[in-house]
């Protein structure tokens, strides 16, 4: 079910939406490998005509499960935009499309959700990533990486004869 405003009850005063909305509605699963959208986005909005142009405020939160990039390990990262605003204009070239007097926000909502979206996930600042495996030993999870100074493999590029 899209976000969407029916331009005749604007006409008569301002709306308020609010709910949540499948994340299937967003088409946001594949755009990120490290990235799903298990949950439902949920909104909080006030919509206005404003001048001629359509005019909504308010908050978008949508709890996202992320893998770390550092270390793999799952979390959850809260994507919240507590002042997000949309200016779309009715008329003129750049004019957002109406259907039987409705006017459906969701693209808008998707495209600021896409632009909010962590860069680079990773589950603390401190994380290091994962610990490269000892000879004839198994990786644990959660293991981290360490800076090794051996000096075996330089050692062993200096005897190269070129």
């Not at 609010?18 to 490998?33: F, I, K, N, S, Y």
């Not at 644990?140 to 090794?148: D, I, K, N, P």
Request: proline share 6%; net charge negative; glycine share 4%.
């Amino acid at each position: 079910m899209p976000i969407e405003v029916n331009l005749r009850h604007l006409e008569e005063k301002d709306l308020v939406l609010q709910g949540r909305l499948p994340a299937a509605e967003l088409d946001l699963d594949g755009v990120d490998e490290m990235i799903r959208a298990p949950h439902p986005l949920e909104y909080n909005l006030r919509v206005e005509l404003f001048e001629g142009s359509l005019l909504a405020q308010g908050r978008l939160e949508l709890r996202l499960a992320c893998e770390c990039v550092r270390c793999l390990k799952a979390f959850v990262h809260v994507l919240e935009l507590a002042d997000w605003t949309c200016h779309l204009p009715l008329r003129g070239e750049d004019s957002i499309e109406a259907r039987y007097d409705c006017v459906d926000l969701t693209p808008q909502v998707r495209e600021d959700i896409l632009l909010a979206f962590p860069q680079y996930p990773v589950c603390d600042i401190e994380c290091r990533g994962l610990r490269p495996a000892a000879p004839n030993s198994q990786l644990q999870a959660g293991s981290v990486l360490r800076a090794e100074t051996e000096g075996s493999v330089w050692a062993e590029l200096n005897k190269l004869k070129l």
